[in-house]
């Protein structure tokens, strides 16, 4: 009865925070109608990300399309990757990681993949395999036109995703935090933080081969990003 009273008691106050916060961000509204629209800043990618076993190539930074399409990127960047020469390997394999700022997104992967490569997915379903979990976060995997892809949505907040019910339950878990509505009111963040960096890391080669490859390269990866999204 203990338990009980005191997981109601933390319920309650969680309640109470998250509507005064709530009420001091439609207060704002009121003030400055503008804060609902406020647009994020771009994201700098760094010229230079290390992978283990792997040696950086190039970087290309791309110009995004036309922003009237969904899932528009503000900043797109792409790396490359060969294997390192000290490695043990073969058969030197070449890997690129595509990444995408977008400012506004469902989190839905098949959304993402399907604008990428201009893919009408009520026409041409995407097949994918979704893996991961609440801790390390998601993923999805993608064979497409000879290429094998891993591709998933880095949050601001929360681990990776790739279905909109996971993004959505990261926005409702984090975007109503005290400390976080605050500044929404001070009109320094937006009130739904939908941004997410989209990651396409990919190599032709079959899948069979290329997804543990992919899947080692990205638990590498994602750690560096977590904390990279710039301030609004």
Known sequence: MSQYTNLLTK?????????????????????DPKAANRQPANFSFP??????????TGGTEIAPENPKLEEFSLDIYEYQFTKDLNSKDQ??????IGMYYTPGTRGESTI???KQFKINSAITPIPQTYKGNNETGYYSLISHQGRSHL???INPRGTSTVTSQQFLANRNQYDFQFDRLI????????????RCLWVDISMAEDPKIAYPILEKAWTAWYPYWQDKFPQY
């Open 11 to 31: 319920r309650q106050i969680f309640l109470a925070v998250s509507l005064f916060g709530l009420l001091l961000a439609v207060l704002k509204l009121g003030l």
């Open 112 to 114: 993402f993949f399907a």
């Open 151 to 153: 591709v998933s949505c």
């Open 47 to 56: 010229q230079s990300v290390q992978i283990p076993n792997w040696q950086l």
């Open 91 to 96: 058969n030197p394999k070449s890997l690129n």
């Open 183 to 194: 500044s929404t009111f001070l009109g320094q963040e937006a009130i739904r933080d939908n």
